[in-house]
């Protein structure tokens, strides 16, 4: 190709979705010299379904993003439309923040961000090539020709790769919401000698706010106590926007039965796997033929676009048959169609063909983070960008690459699972992947991780004495609890009767008493002499480290366990064939994935307790084949 | 390296008149002093031998008499601090002895892993590397094997069914954590999750009770010899035990002051019943009558019936061939050697399913068909064990305990009113120790039962 050079980047982050942004900003933060490539820049960080951000585990991850010196918290605090703290009502460690955003605004603040991010340059462009030599990518090229070299290339390209849209018997290449495929970069990568898997998802429709009968539906408000996912948030959007809750019905569910045949995901056509948690009406009909009703969720887009999101009614039907169908649903019977809802099928990485950094085992330099790693949703895209911006820049520093492991964030669990697991549908984050979820919670995000932030230049000077400072009076204040002897008077005795509990037998320490599960730190606070002014979220700390100290103890324990096997660091020349006795499934999993450490080595699947053993003792045979070495 | 303290049997069980538990690791002199009475353990000097008695620190009785030696780290075989208990050589001694080191806290070392410790502490050198890597591999392969081979069919499916009400409670809670708007699920409350737990429970306590009495586990497989007068009852008895180095153990706390043997034969331990009425040449039948042996029989695993090979079938034998209808039998056509007068056609009838071998004792024929004969009988698992099977099973009987435990945390969680999210990690974990009897613990389970079990999505 005739080519031009159009200059030389520490980092190039090809794709401006969700994964692209933090991955371009967080490089740049850290002093790379980085440039940012995507098709159209006015659809930076757009959210191509539904118009949230959060929700169990995804809002832990965007408080992580955060914590880290990532930029979705504070973009979505500035444009959200509503804001609920999910799962009040059971422990603190699957509380979660979900925000509806107004998906337009996002991207604008987003933008702005970007623009104004010295050591970043963004720029509209299609990337056509990969420039790699010797198994090193050493650069991009636009289909203008624009040859740009780089030290790290990552690309982030989501749903973009090959990627075809599928409405009823229509199939045409393209990227979500009718921008191009990427298709090039798609057979390249298969050419380097990348395995590729077809995976699928799809969208609801958006129907226009004015045809809808809000009168038969549910109102679904915000909360009313003001929060935000960033911890250096201080402004609150008080104007919320509502959602509505309605529900199919058996007219809805025959129209979807009747037309079976005609959803391009039930005619064979779309040849893809869909993730199981986000499954199309058409799936929920067939595969849960019983159930009467499916919840169907209202959610504008935005505070200036009367295009309301229909959650629940994800389909590839034909357009008329959606339209009947959404007829029958109580609020939408004249409803207006503004987009239809669509099935979008795509390329993606096998993701054990990544190192933890996120780099390609097989091409030096080249990162891939995001939906192109067999994740789906944008804070997963998100999280996955953050660390490859970040260790792409660690790369070209020469610093220590930086890898979470599974109890420090949502953020290591996930990429942990991706690169070691691999995953045969879309991934999602669920609460239930994590082993230690009680010690991930959203509200200590910045105790796991300012430090690290801090660390690798992403948190500010101030940002981080505010944080020690925190650190401070959550100490001190459960010290001082602790010195505090509560007596057994009558106002006590009815504080703590109001609360439900049992009174007191003797005098205890108001550590002691915080302690109980009805016992609230308001209420503690309430009986002390002197009650310290401190701010909420250190007053909730205090609460959570002493309520549920022995269940936090016990995840520690667990998770020193764990650390110790993690601990134990595989070399990367290690020759597994070299190794007596490891079984051969064993044998075969662990050269595909190389894992770097023992603990790494013994969630690769088809690796037992036995492979193990044997693995460390080799691992240890080196060790002092060394030192045997060394003395001759 | 690891800072665990790990607990096994170090002699072959059943075949030595002492037998050794070893311990190895930081907390291995503490353990043993926990339960030990005599000289503080603590205190003494490294590289001694202590008498004294073993007791349960929970009941304070009296478990065994025992020698106990101390030897302190650097210099020994794993470069940790090591106990061995040495106990009486019975299985039901050194298995008690060892179920107390885990109560106590110790954990059931893994197959090879005191060499594998010797190794990774540097007390074995580069040379011996491979053969530590093989004997990892031989002891795990054959102790899964074992394991398997032993893990009796109902027990693994009663297990699998306790894992899988668990697997529905955990996927409740789940559900409600991650999609907490979804309306079509009942809200797992404490109230709900204590009744499924409670149940479960129940189960294990169950599960555990038998194993204590289970006589496998810790007795032996009790076998009882049968057959009319002068068949040869004594003299097989006799072969056995001098073929196999008979133990000979009080059993402590029983009353009547019995003496059973104890034989191993290729690796079944087998408990010869009422062993005392048969050496004195008295006949159980005779003795106390048919309805009350029928009564001693059901209380024996296995079933040894000799005939005289020199005799026609009596009346007396069919009525022992109904006496121990259903339960395992061997059938021994005893003295060879003489003249045949048992008709085979008409004993293959009366004898069904049961393998027949023939033996003269007098001149030690036949022996070994007899003792493949039983090995294969065991290994097969056609044995009726009750609820437990052998052995290995210290290990399941650990993890079982342990997921009583957790379950008990949960439950005790559940009663102080902690959230039902902090209240799951304790069921979660008995899911999953539950998981690691049946060799089963992927947690991809709970989120395939997740979205099989609910309509969930967009
Ligand atoms: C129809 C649809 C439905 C979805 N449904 C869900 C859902 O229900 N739940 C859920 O969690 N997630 C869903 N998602 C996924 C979610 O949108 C993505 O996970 C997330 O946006 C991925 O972010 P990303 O940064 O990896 O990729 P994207 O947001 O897709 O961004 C890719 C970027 O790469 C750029 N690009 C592509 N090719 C090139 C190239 N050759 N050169 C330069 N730039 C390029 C694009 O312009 C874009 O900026 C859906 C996505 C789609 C399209
Ligand atoms: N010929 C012959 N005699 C045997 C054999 N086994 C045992 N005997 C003899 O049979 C008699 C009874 O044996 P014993 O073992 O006491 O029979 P029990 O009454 O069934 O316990 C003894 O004299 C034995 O020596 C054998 O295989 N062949
Ligand atoms: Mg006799």
């Not at chain 2, 008709?343 to 003792?371: F, K």
């Not at chain 2, 064990?385 to 969680?413: I, W």
């Amino acid at each position: 190709m005739n080519t031009f050079d159009a200059g030389h980047y520490d980092v190039i982050v090809v794709g401006a979705g969700h994964a692209g942004v933090e991955a371009g900003l967080a490089a740049a933060r850290r002093g790379a010299k980085t440039l940012m490539l995507t098709l159209n820049l006015d659809m930076i960080a757009f959210m191509p379904c539904n118009p949230s951000i959060g929700g169990p585990a995804k809002g832990v991850v965007v408080r992580e993003i955060d914590a880290l010196g990532g930029e979705m918290a504070k973009v979505i605090d500035k444009t959200y439309i509503q804001m609920r703290l999910l799962n009040t009502r059971k422990g603190p460690a699957v509380r979660a923040l979900r925000a509806q955003a107004d998906k337009h605004l996002y991207i604008q603040e987003m933008k702005k961000v970007i623009e104004n991010e010295p050591n970043l340059t963004i720029r509209q462009g299609m990337v056509k090539e990969l420039m790699v030599e010797d198994g090193v990518c050493k650069g991009v090229v636009t289909e203008t020709k624009a040859a740009y070299t780089a030290d790290s290339v990552i690309v982030t390209t989501g749903t973009f790769m090959r990627s075809k849209v599928l409405i009823g018997d229509l199939a045409y290449e393209s990227g979500p919401n009718n921008q191009r495929a990427s298709t090039d970069l798609s057979v390249q990568l298969e050419e380097l000698g990348i395995k590729m898997v077809r995976f699928k998802t799809g969208t609801p429709m958006r129907v226009n706010s004015h045809s809808i009968d809000y009168s038969k539906t549910e109102i679904q408000p915000g909360d009313e106590v003001p929060r935000a996912f960033s911890y250096e948030t201080t402004e609150y959007i008080m104007d919320q926007i509502p959602c509505w809750l309605t529900y199919t019905n058996e007219f809805t569910h025959k129209i979807i039965d009747d037309n079976l045949s005609s959803s391009a995901m039930y005619s064979g056509m779309v040849k893809g796997t869909g993730p199981r948690y986000c499954p199309s009406v058409e799936d929920k009909i067939v595969r849960f033929h019983d159930k009467p009703r499916h919840q169907v969720f209202l959610e504008p887009e935005g505070r200036n676009t009367e295009e309301v999101y229909v959650q629940g009614l994800s389909t590839s039907l034909p357009e008329n048959v959606q339209k009947q169908m959404i007829e029958t649903v109580p609020g939408l019977e004249k409803a207006e169609i503004m987009r239809a809802g669509y099935a979008i099928e795509y390329d993606s990485v096998i993701p054990t063909q990544l190192w933890p950094t996120l780099e390609l085992k097989a091409v030096e330099g080249l990162f891939t983070a995001g939906q192109i790693n067999g994740t789906s949703g944008y804070e997963e895209a998100a999280a996955q960008g953050l660390m490859a911006g970040i260790n792409a820049a660690s790369k070209v520093l020469g610093k220590e690459p930086v890898i979470l492991d599974r109890s420090q964030a949502y953020i290591g669990v996930l990429i942990d699972d991706l690169v070691t697991k691999g995953t045969d549908e879309p991934y999602r984050l669920l609460t239930s992947r994590a082993e230690y979820r009680l010690i991930l919670r959203h509200d200590n995000a910045d105790l796991r991780l300012t430090d690290i932030g801090y660390e690798i230049g992403m948190i500010s000077e101030d940002r981080y004495a505010r944080f020690q400072d925190k650190k401070r009076m959550i100490n001190e204040e459960i010290e001082r609890l602790k010195g505090i002897t509560i007596k057994a008077t009558d106002q006590v005795q009815e504080v703590i009767q109001q609360a439900g509990g049992s009174p007191l037998k003797d005098a205890v320490n108001a550590y002691d008493l915080l302690k109980r599960p009805e016992m609230k730190f308001e209420m503690v606070a309430s009986l002390l002499e002197e009650r310290k002014d401190l701010p909420e979220a250190v007053e909730e700390q205090v609460e959570i480290h002493t309520k549920y100290a022995g269940y936090i103890q016990k995840s520690e324990q667990q998770i020193e366990r764990m650390r110790k096997m993690e601990n134990k660091k595989i070399p990367e020349d290690i020759d597994y064939d070299d190794i007596h006795g490891i079984a051969s499934e064993a044998r075969d999993r662990l050269k595909e994935v190389r894992p770097l450490s023992v603990g790494q080595a013994s969630r690769v699947s088809g690796v037992n307790p036995a492979d193990v053993s044997i693995l460390l003792v080799y691992i240890e045979q080196g060790k002092i084949a060394k030192v045997s070495g060394d003395e001759a | 390296m690891d800072t665990d303290t790990i607990s096994a049997i170090s002699t072959p069980v059943g075949e030595g008149a002492i037998a050794i538990v070893r311990l190895s690791g930081p907390e291995a002199v503490s353990l043993a002093n926990g339960m030990f009475q005599g000289k503080d353990l603590n205190q003494v000097d490294t590289h001694t031998i202590h008498y004294g008695k073993l007791l349960d620190p929970k009941t304070n009785e009296m478990v065994e008499e025992v020698m106990v030696s101390v030897m302190r780290a650097p210099k020994t075989f794993t470069r940790e601090d090591i106990v061995e208990i040495n106990c009486h050589g019975g299985l039901v001694s050194v298995n008690r002895v060892l179920e107390l080191t885990l109560s106590q806290g110790a954990r059931l070392a893994e197959p090879g892993e005191f060499t594998k410790r010797a190794f990774l502490n540097g007390r074995i050198d580069l040379s011996q590397a491979e053969a530590v890597m093989d004997l990892i591999r031989a002891k795990t392969d054959r102790a899964m094997n074992v394991a398997l081979k032993q893990m009796d069919g109902r027990l693994s499916h009663l297990i699998q069914k306790l894992r899988q009400e668990l697997l529905e409670v955990l996927a409740q809670v789940e559900v409600n954590i991650d999609y907490p708007e979804y309306d079509d699920v009942e809200e797992m409350t404490n109230e709900l999750m204590i009744q499924n737990t409670r149940q479960v429970h129940q189960e294990i306590e169950r599960l555990l009770r038998t194993a204590k009495q289970g006589k496998i586990l810790r007795e032996g497989l009790g076998t009882a010899i049968v057959g009319r007068p002068n068949v040869g009852k004594s003299s097989l008895m006799n072969a056995l035990v001098h073929e196999n180095k008979a133990i000979v153990t009080e059993i402590p706390g029983t009353t009547r002051d019995v003496i059973e043997e104890y034989v191993n034969v290729r690796g079944v331990p087998l408990r010869l019943i009422d062993t005392a009425g048969i050496r004195e040449t008295e006949d159980l039948v005779e003795k106390i009558g048919v309805e009350r042996s029928r009564q001693v029989l059901q209380e024996a695993d296995l079933i040894l019936l000799v005939l005289n090979n020199g005799d026609t079938i009596t009346q007396e034998d069919k009525k022992l061939f109904e006496a121990v209808e259903g339960m395992d039998v061997i059938v021994i056509v005893n003295k060879t050697d003489l003249p045949q007068q048992i008709d085979m056609d008409e004993l293959r009838e009366v004898a069904g399913d049961h393998p027949i071998v023939s033996t003269s004792l007098i001149e030690e024929q036949g022996i070994d068909q007899l003792e493949t004969s039983i090995s294969d009988i065991f290994f097969e698992g056609d044995i009726d064990t009750g609820d437990m099977t052998y052995l290995s099973n210290v290990r399941h009987v650990q993890l079982l305990n342990q997921a009583k435990e957790t379950l008990e945390d949960a439950m005790d969680g559940m009663n102080a009113g902690m959230p039902i999210d902090m209240v799951q990690i304790d069921v979660t974990r008995t899911w999953e120790l539950l998981g690691e009897i049946v060799g089963d613990t992927v947690q991809e389970s709970l989120i395939d039962q997740l979205f099989s079990q609910f309509c969930l999505g967009k």
